[in-house]
């Protein structure tokens, strides 16, 4: 390579990063470091006598030990439940495969108030299946196990589908038994995407915070739930900034340990449309497989969203759509700022708005880690990683003390919300992208570009049709992400357009059996919405660029 | 660098570009829905001010009307900015103290007034009408915040699980009584308000020194088997067996007025509330509003303070935030009157108490019930 082209390179890779690090570096960066800055020098002077007893302190130990092997345990978890359901829905065509690729994304849209309520009706007191889980570790790990299952299908599933089902034939026919051919075949080719939704489940376990406080009550605590207590509560910066450093430093080391890993594991392959590789069951063990996983989803994901659906029809007269009536008739009364067809418009348009802000800055970041291996793109790839994995008061508080200093004052702005979210969504995106970019056959790109296709063409040609997959996989979550967003948008100062999971959490704070009812409906509704909108998506992908 | 690249980086700032201008439509333009609103009067009145209110999740009036009414009085636009809950407004408040993000905060209660006070947010006012206000609600004697509202911390009771064989408990010290064994569920004082209240409510009633202080109280509430969760959500929605809740505990921490929320928020509506109050040992919550230091609009701030006192607000509050309306002359509706509990003699505690010894009765609170 010559000096020309090296350059031209790097300038790309510039061009490509400027937009996603500008964005991190001002909503991200700068707020956590300001807020952090006030914790440890609080009058202008570095004072480590506060975080230093923090760190003393016999139960922040308890925490941060709690807090790591909760979210190993709920990741293992996970993926026990996530990679069947991944492979089911890559490999095997049955009536029904759209709609349940469509549902698997509702879990994760639920504000945890709603699941919390959900698996406190399931495995509380009068559950129905007599089995009291409530304030145990059970519960939050069968909770996370709900929320992020979507994760390991989504982003396995999207990369699964893709594989050559050919190569583990061949692999088959020359004698490889079907776990060999898997081993040997499928699972180094697999590996990056399944690291890349394992850290994401990790992150996402890591830093939870409703789930362990409703569900696990006040004995258990994450680092998370510690930097709350200390920040919202006690107003006690230098604990809080201690707290959530702590809670950085853990996961830039597991950050590391996945860069490590994910080096190893990128290979490239080709790809193929995903309705090539999906078939009908065959034979006793394929049928039996589908039958047993999708019991397992039904359990652990579809049992907790029908009993949310089952108290959304419950009224005192049996059942019926009084709830969901009087949600949109002119008894919502005081509970709710607007009326609730309102906060479904609103949900809408910031999803909209966070998907459009996230979706180009996730596909130049995802170019940049994709294309460009070494120390600088995984460290880009990590900070990208960083804000899911920092405490949502930390950011929210940070946005209060350091955006108020810009020319603009964004702090009392709606711009505000679709960015948190964007914010929170952007990792998905990436996560989404990088593996089926990764595995882009490098041979086809050099034979354009030995054929005399510039560089930009040849991505179009040979990038743009897996990238647009990704990019339909990455939107999906991003609006979902922002649909259910709820952590994050608490601890920013909004103006008045309530969100769905914001007026489902104000309409669970009043007693009533009609305010309940609504809640719950308001939560149907929002699931709707969701698997309308995962639908869609998926019609999207199937028609547009599933034939590439 | 190659023209694709440029192309799709201009497209991409395009579409950044207009979904911003798309976003800041949001919130800013007035609801169209706004019946209340005065139609446009032929000559062109100036635009209307605008008033930033701070305020809390549970803040609530009935709008348009309420708020129309001091908008068209003073040609003013009133928008709300949520910051969370009690707590974590005030200390957003307090972190932005030097740039105020409002004009006029409402929400802040006694138990975090002392914080509020301390860091200097508020400008001294003394609104028109707050001299109808019952002293013993004005906490702060240099009127930096005015008294809006207050409610009651108490305990609720299914009356489906009680009788007169089986009396529910009259006091706080009942509870600890093996006739109440496995029956309550409380907040932790560490995550929730009203399970502050509680807590603070013991401290008063049994002191901290003595034979028997608040901690052997607790100590004794454990041993008859007292549920901790963290929010008032999961006490009353999920553990409670009363009302709305969906639980096996007939006893809860909640507020005097959640029967009145258990009938108005029922179809059909019950001549009287599945649930009844334990008046003994309630704590007062007092809610106040004040004028954010270095606010551009002061006037404006402090005729909304003063329109917060008025008969047409006062009566507002109550169906809409179950609290009673701090001008004891105010109108109540008659649905609240019937079913809200009068708690004759409230347990309180000054706000500079409180704030000086929260977290260390918390981590106290928390070494006796674990």
Known sequence: MDQRVVSRHALTTVALAVLPLAFIGLFFVFPVVTILLRGFAPNGV????????????????????????????????????????????????????????????????????????????????????????????????????????AVVVRVVGGLWAQLDPRTEEAARILGASRWGAFRQVTWP???????????????????????????????????????YRAAAVLLDLPAAATLALLQLCFLAVSLVVYARLQQ?????????????????????????????????????????????????LAGPQGYGLDNFTSLFGQS???????????????????????????????????????????????????????????????????????????????????????????????????????????????????????????????WRLVDLPIVGRAALIGASFAFAVSLGEFGATLFIVRPEAPTMPIAIFRLLSQPGTLAFGQAMAMATVLMLVTAIAALAFDRLRTTSVGGA | MNRPILLTLAALAAVVVIVVAALSGIGTTPNPDAAGTPSPTPTTPPP????????????????????????????????????????????????????????????????????????????????????????????????????????????????????????????????????????????????????????LATIARFGETGDYTWLDY???????????????????????????????????????????????????????????????????QVEFAGVLAGTKQPELAKKFVDYMLTTVFQSDIPLNMFVFPAVPTAPVPQLFTDHAAQVPEPVTMSPEQIGANRERWINEWSAATH
């Not at chain 1, 999906?278 to 907790?304: D, I, K, M, S, Y």
């Open chain 1, 46 to 149: 570095l004072d480590l006598a506060a975080p230093l007893q923090v760190l003393a302190r016999p139960e922040t130990l308890g925490v941060a030990w709690f807090t790591l092997w909760q979210a190993v345990l709920s990741t293992l978890l996970t993926l026990c439940v996530g990679l069947p359901g991944a492979y089911l829905l890559a490999r095997f065509n049955f009536p029904g495969r759209r709609v349940l690729n469509a549902l698997i994304l509702v879990p994760f849209v639920l504000p945890t108030v709603v699941v919390g309520a959900a698996f406190l009706a399931l495995i509380g007191p009068r559950g129905p299946l007599g089995l009291r889980l409530d304030h145990t570790i059970w519960a939050i790990l069968l909770a996370h196990v709900f929320y992020n299952s």
């Open chain 1, 189 to 227: 080719l697999l590996r990056p995407a399944v690291l890349s939704a394992a850290s994401i489940v990790f992150l996402f376990t890591f830093t939870s915070f409703g789930v362990i406080l409703i569900l696990g009550g006040p004995g258990y605590a994450t680092i998370e739930v510690a930097v």
């Open chain 1, 264 to 312: 190893r594991a990128a290979l490239s392959q080709r790809l193929v449309a995903a309705r090539v590789a999906a078939r009908p069951p065959r034979g006793r063990a394929e049928w039996a497989f589908v039958g047993v996983t999708l019991a397992l989803l039904a359990l652990v994901l579809g049992l907790p969203l029908a009993t949310l659906v089952e108290r959304a």
């Open chain 1, 332 to 458: 919502a009364r005081g509970a709710l700022f607007v009326p609730p067809i309102d906060a479904i418009r609103n949900s809408l348009v910031f999803a909209g708005g966070a998907t459009a802000i996230c979706l180009p800055l996730g596909l130049l970041a995802a170019a940049v880690i994709a294309y460009r291996r070494g120390v600088l793109a995984s460290g880009f790839d990590a900070l990208l990683m960083l804000p899911l994995g920092t405490s949502a008061v930390i950011i929210g508080f940070g946005f209060l003390v350091s955006v108020g200093q810009l020319p603009i004052d964004l702090r009392t702005s709606p711009l505000l919300i679709p960015i948190a979210h964007a914010l929170v969504a952007l990792p998905f995106v990436v996560r989404a992208c990088v593996p089926l970019m990764r595995s882009i056959d490098r041979r086809l790109r050099d034979a354009a570009a030995v054929l005399g296709a510039s560089p930009g063409r040849t």
């Open chain 2, 48 to 199: 209307p001010t605008e008033l930033r209110l701070l305020t809390h999740d549970s803040f609530a009036v009935t709008t348009p009307e309420i708020l129309g009414v001091f908008e068209s009085q003073n040609n003013a636009k009133v928008n709300i900015l949520r910051a969370g809950d009690a707590g974590s407004m005030v200390n957003q408040a307090i972190l932005t103290k030097d740039n105020p993000l409002a004009d006029v905060l409402f929400g802040v209660d006694n138990t975090f007034l002392s914080r509020a006070l301390d860091a200097n947010i508020f400008e001294p006012y003394h609104a028109a009408g707050v001299d109808a206000v019952p002293a013993a609600l004005r906490l702060d004697a240099r009127e930096r915040v005015t008294p809006i509202d207050y409610g009651d911390v108490c305990i609720n009771y299914d009356k489906a699980a009680y009788g007169d064989a089986n009396p529910p408990p009259q006091s706080l010290a009942d509870l600890t009584q093996p006739a109440y064994r496995s029956q309550l569920v409380v907040e932790d004082p560490g995550t929730s308000s009203p399970g502050l209240a509680f807590m």
């Open chain 2, 218 to 284: 607790w100590r004794d509430l454990r041993a008859n088997d007292v549920t901790i969760v963290s929010g008032w959500n999961e006490a009353y929605e999920s553990s409670f067996s009363g009302g709305s809740g969906a639980g096996d505990k007939p006893l809860v921490v909640s507020y005097a007025t959640s029967p009145v929320a258990e009938v108005y928020y029922a179809s059909p509506q019950p001549a009287e509330s599945p649930t009844g109050v334990v008046t003994d040992g309630c704590f007062r």
